[in-house]
């Protein structure tokens, strides 16, 4: 493939090209299939920016309850009366001449009572809590057949290697198809063209349609995003991009996506997105992820990229007269810069769900953003509907391929997930492994080596025990098999506690259990630069040990693991300690100070709760898992409720209010407009809030207000500098990189008990380091990244070896006497790496 896919072009030009043409002079040249073409730019790559104004309703909808869905039993259609939310005039779909929200129930409303072909229930609630709707259609199912249905498609993930054989299976299960739509808000076509489509199946008389219709069953989430979908915004009431939370999970409307497909267990699966214009088809460049089956994902994902960009050329849409350029398949037609290696995406997590084909599709003409305010209505609204139209010719091409390919298609999901159940080893991509694609490389080629198991030990530490109960509850949500060892057992040299979980790697979904297990890989010598993440481990970031067996699963009596045991304790006597290690523990502290509890600090960073609180103390034990165990300690300073002014991305601001601070969202702007220094205690600065632009008034109200500050990368690092609080010097590395790195933690009451692991974007270090400046923690020796992607820069500096041995984080006091912490690490990137969360709260409560 290297020569034949072209080089990049430059970021500029691409993002010229990327969905804003209207019509071209005459004479522009369209690239050819053999040319250099632009390098596709996503929107929303790298750190994330802008300051987090996300309301608190939003993070208590997510943080709430894991699954409201309301489904219903039987056989199909199974008909819901939805609810039909009130007019809301300043839906931003509206000026496009799209869908409104309140508009769509009444359509789904009305299509139920068209025919018996179509099927909605309420598969979850919004951050902003609004309803999120999966529609089936299908032909009729008595309960019987549905019953039928279920068993078929339990023995096909459970029992592969009967399913294979099984002609009942062949002649009788009806594919999964999903189609999901709008996940990015203000991307909204996808929606309409799915009603359209979902209309179209209802009322068609044709053969062609009832037999796709018996053979199939097509699932539809008619907006996965209903808060962006109205306010016009990429994220949800959150501030999440919903399109970045898997592997984790943190939004209601992204675990409702996961139970779909842990539910219905697509073979095929669309994502429709915009804007990049030609219409953007996957699969992907490399770098591939390496836990896929590949070679049965790429047959699949190759072919039917090939009928949607044949239906989507077939438009008759042209650069001179529509603006349009042919579609693109980015593993054809590009070298680099739009991978499938973190499962963060919709489309790359469904394979590991069963997908054999799931694709990106982004149609081509911009209307969002800058192009929503400035272009005329009516060009807006011509652009959407070529869009429109481009997705649902890409969701009737996918059906068509399905329908044709159906018994193959099938085929090979049971295959991947008998390969899984067997532990056999993946095969290489190879044009003789993977016949009908042409132009298959050595860079495409990514497998690796799956352990024999996982143990989670059990007993080694509250702290662990708390983070090993989180761990494992959330690899059983997301379908991964777990036992619990009944007794005592030793393996590869090592003893275990009864009640440890394992993860024998002989399972269907080993490809989920091992990207979530993993430590990752370093993937920097593969690939110039990474659109996003490149390295995650929920194995080494959320606190828990996890250790590999390479040779053999043990041999012990265990129970199947449906929820993980209750880790929760109080010392029933004397005063009580809590580690202060966890989220969950910093929960219970702020909890217990909201309450009025005096709890006292230790010199290791833990808290001390007087024995009179005792029954407060259980309460959060049941509630949240932590242990509160007998001390003597008296403690060295007192602790009280921290009030943080949070200049800091929506991932922090959500973990900050996970972890229980009464956080107050600020940004240069509410700094400028007037701020009231005395409601806080602490300043946490990491996006949103230059010093520079700060006025003198509001650069003078902030340096009398003795407020400590806690700074996190490059913008609290100038922050500090500018504002002269602590004397070090910031040091910038790859502002590409990112991934999972080996640290040293100092000990005391930032880093007391941290993991030896945390993740960087954009990783920072600290030199030049003042009188009275403390290292909390430093880079690992050597080369400190574990898994990701990080290189030096274009001059040779700001490479890993570069941060190797330097300060990651450091602390001390202001010439005022402010406590100040500053971050060159992501402890709270995304909400992801919770076992690293503790450092941002440990730091706050630093006054």
């Given at each position: ?15 010229t ?19 250099p ?5 996503r929107?929303g ?26 489904t ?28 409104p929200y309140h ?26 809590g ?6 089936t259609?299908t ?7 549905a ?5 078929m498609?339990?023995?096909i ?11 009942r299976?062949?002649s ?27 209309e179209?199946?209802a ?35 959150g ?26 267990q ?20 490399p ?11 790429l ?31 980015p593993?054809?037609?590009e ?27 982004e ?25 429109t ?19 193959s298609?099938?085929?090979d ?6 390969r899984?159940?067997?532990g ?7 044009e ?37 109960g ?22 590869e ?60 699963a ?7 693991v ?26 219970a ?7 009025g ?10 808290a ?9 103390a259980?309460?959060l ?17 007192a ?7 949070a ?29 009231d220094?005395?409601t ?38 100038a ?24 640290v ?22 600290f ?52 406590p ?8 709270m ?5 919770k ?7 440990r730091?706050l409560?630093?006054?």
């Amino acid at each position: 493939m290297g020569s034949s896919r072209p080089l990049l072009i430059t970021a500029t030009l691409a993002a010229t090209l990327a969905g804003t043409l209207l019509v071209p002079p005459a004479a522009t040249a369209v690239p050819g299939r053999d040319e250099p073409r632009p390098h596709p730019v996503r929107e929303g790559g790298g750190r994330d920016t802008g300051a987090a104004t996300a309301p608190a309703s939003a993070a208590a909808n997510a943080l709430g309850t894991a699954s409201d869905r309301h489904t219903r039993t039987g056989g199909y259609p199974r008909e819901t009366t939805l609810d039909v939310p009130p007019v809301n005039p300043d839906d931003k779909s509206i000026k496009l001449g799209l869908a409104p929200y309140h508009a769509i129930a009444p359509r789904l409303n009305a299509l139920q009572k068209m025919g018996d072909r179509v099927s909605v229930e309420v598969a979850g609630h919004s951050a902003g809590g609004r309803e999120l709707y999966l529609v089936t259609v299908t032909a009729p199912e008595s309960a019987d057949e549905a019953r039928e249905q279920e068993r078929m498609r339990e023995r096909i993930e459970n029992a592969p290697a009967a399913a294979a054989g099984d002609p009942r299976i062949r002649s009788a299960y009806k594919t999964p198809v999903f189609i999901n739509n709008n996940i990015h808000g203000n991307e909204w076509e996808g929606t309409d063209a799915a009603l359209k489509l979902m209309e179209d199946l209802a009322t068609a008389k044709d053969e062609r349609t009832a037999d796709l219709l018996e053979k199939n069953r097509i699932y539809l989430n008619v907006t996965a995003n209903p808060d962006g979908r109205v306010a016009g915004t990429r994220a949800n009431a959150g501030g999440f991009d919903l399109n970045r939370d898997f592997i984790t999970a943190t939004q209601p409307e992204t675990r409702a996506i996961r139970q779909i497909a842990i539910d219905k267990q697509p073979a095929v699966m669309l994502d429709l997105h915009g804007y990049v214009n030609g219409t953007l088809i996957e699969p992907t460049t490399p770098p591939h992820g390496e836990n896929y089956e590949y070679d049965l994902f790429l047959k699949n994902a190759y072919a039917n990229a090939l009928g949607m960009e044949k239906a989507v050329n077939g438009l008759g849409y042209t650069v001179e007269k529509d603006g349009v350029r042919p579609a693109v398949i980015p593993f054809r037609d590009e070298k680099e810069g739009w991978d499938d290696w973190p499962p963060i995406f919709t489309p790359q997590y469904m394979p590991f769900q069963g997908a054999v084909a799931s694709h990106t599709i982004e149609f081509p003409m911009q209307v969002n953003n800058r192009s929503y305010d400035t272009l005329p209505t009516a060009e807006l609204r011509r652009r959407a509907a070529v869009n429109t139209a481009i997705a649902g010719a890409a969701m009737r091409a996918t059906l068509d391929y399905t329908h044709e390919h159906r018994t193959s298609v099938l085929a090979d999901q049971i295959e991947t997930f008998r390969r899984g159940a067997a532990g056999e080893a993946q095969r290489p991509v190879s044009e003789k492994t993977v016949p009908g694609v042409p132009g298959i490389g050595p860079e495409d080629v990514y497998t690796t080596t799956f352990p024999r198991a996982y143990v989670i030990p059990a007993g080694r530490s509250q702290r662990l025990a708390v983070a090993a109960g989180r761990l494992v509850d959330h690899l059983v949500a997301n379908d991964v098999r777990v036992e619990q060892a009944r007794k005592p057992f030793r393996l590869e040299g090592r003893s275990y506690p009864a009640g440890s979980y394992v993860v024998d790697m002989h399972q269907p979904k080993r490809g989920l259990a091992n990207v979530i297990l993993a430590e990752g890989r370093d993937i920097s010598a593969d690939v110039s630069v990474m659109y996003d993440i490149s390295g995650w481990s929920l194995g080494l970031l959320w606190g828990a040990t996890v250790d590999r067996s390479v040779s053999a699963a043990p041999r012990v009596p265990t129970r199947t693991v449906h929820a993980a045991s209750p880790t929760g304790r109080v010392a029933p006597r004397g005063d009580l300690r809590l580690r202060l290690a966890d989220p969950k523990e910093m929960a219970a502290l702020n909890s217990l100070l909201a309450q009025g509890v005096p709890v006292r600090r230790t010199a290791d960073g833990s808290a001390v709760v007087p024995g009179s609180a005792r029954g407060a103390a259980r309460v959060l034990a049941d509630r949240l898992g932590v242990a509160f165990e007998a001390t003597k300690e008296k403690g060295t300073a007192a602790l009280h409720r921290t009030r943080v002014a949070a200049a800091v991305t929506p991932g922090e601001l959500f973990g900050l209010r996970e972890m229980g601070f009464a956080v107050v969202p600020v940004s240069t702007e509410t700094l400028n407009a007037g701020f009231d220094w005395s409601t806080v205690d602490v300043l946490y600065v990491s996006s949103g809030l230059d010093h520079a632009r700060l006025t003198p008034a509001a650069r003078a109200a902030f340096g009398a207000s003795g407020v400590g500050v806690v700074g996190l990368g490059e913008q609290g690092a100038a922050f500090n500098a500018a504002a002269s609080l602590l004397d070090v010097t910031a040091v910038a590395g790859n502002g590409d990189a990112n991934g999972v790195v080996r640290v040293t933690n100092a000990g005391g009451t930032i880093t007391g008990g941290a993991p030896a692991h945390t993740f960087v974007y954009s990783p920072g270090w600290f030199t030049g380091l003042g009188s009275g400046v403390r290292v909390e923690q430093s880079y690992g020796s050597g080369n400190p990244l574990v898994s990701g992607h990080w290189r030096a820069a274009e001059d040779g500096k700001g490479g890993p070896e570069d941060a190797a041995g330097r300060a990651s984080v450091v602390s001390g006091e202001s010439k005022a006497g402010a406590p100040v912490v500053l971050f060159g690490t992501e402890p709270m990137f995304r909400a992801h790496p919770k076992g690293v969360f503790a450092q941002i709260g440990r730091a706050l409560l630093t006054r």
